[in-house]
Structures are given as C-alpha cells and as structure tokens.
C-alpha cells in the first residue's frame, strides 16, 4: 500500500503561482510513475501531468509551458508548480501513484486550487 498526502491548494488570482507538493509512505519502492489529476465541478477527472520514475513526463495540452511536474530521487515526494494560472485551472487536485507488479494507482485525498480575482 502506499499513502498519498497532498498540501498547497489555496486560492491564488490569474496570473499567479502555487506549489502542490505530494508526500508518499509505504511501499515506495514500487512506484512506476506519479501524477496529477485534477477535477472541477460538473466535470471528469482528468489527468494533468506525469513523470516515470525514469523521468519520462507527460502534460496535459491545456497545462503545457504553465505547469512543471518534478519529482525528488527516491519518489517519496513529487511537486505541481503551477505558473500563469487561470481561472479554467478551478478544480480539485489529486496526486497519484502508479505501479505495474500488480497494477495499481493510489489517490491522495485531493487540494483545492481556486483561481479567481
């Protein structure tokens, strides 16, 4: 099993920056990738960002030069910078943690990100 804590959600105006770090327990070892997901009100849950524990990183095309996903060396803690936010980036995020033996995704318990003037 691995744990997922999130922090750093808060409200911030267009234009501006937030940090979303993500902390995981566990059985860490395992871990194949980590992400971001998020969710805004009415909508799927869609993916944001990834990265392998290889490096290997993937972006949503909405988030693409504002957002940078990164990751520490033991996968323990992976962060979300967020830069020129706008008020369509509104939603719940949740980090993730992906293995492959089994196949598994862990959820964290989500942060609010509101963007708003």
């Known amino acids: 099993q691995v744990q997922l804590v999130e922090s750093g959600g808060g409200l911030v105006q267009p234009g501006g920056s937030l940090r979303l770090s993500c902390a995981a327990s566990g059985s860490v070892f395992s871990i194949f990738a980590m992400g971001w997901y998020r969710q805004a009100p009415g909508s799927q849950r869609e993916v944001v960002a990834t990265i392998t524990s290889s490096g290997r990183i993937n972006y949503a095309d909405s988030v693409k030069g504002r957002f940078t996903i990164s990751r520490d060396s033991s996968n323990t803690t992976w962060w979300l910078q967020m830069n020129s936010l706008k008020v369509e980036d509104t939603a719940a995020y949740y980090c993730?943690?992906?293995?492959?033996?089994?196949?598994?995704?862990?959820w964290g318990q989500g942060t609010q990100v509101t963007v708003s003037s």
């Open positions: 993730t943690a992906e293995g492959l033996a089994p196949p598994y995704r862990y």
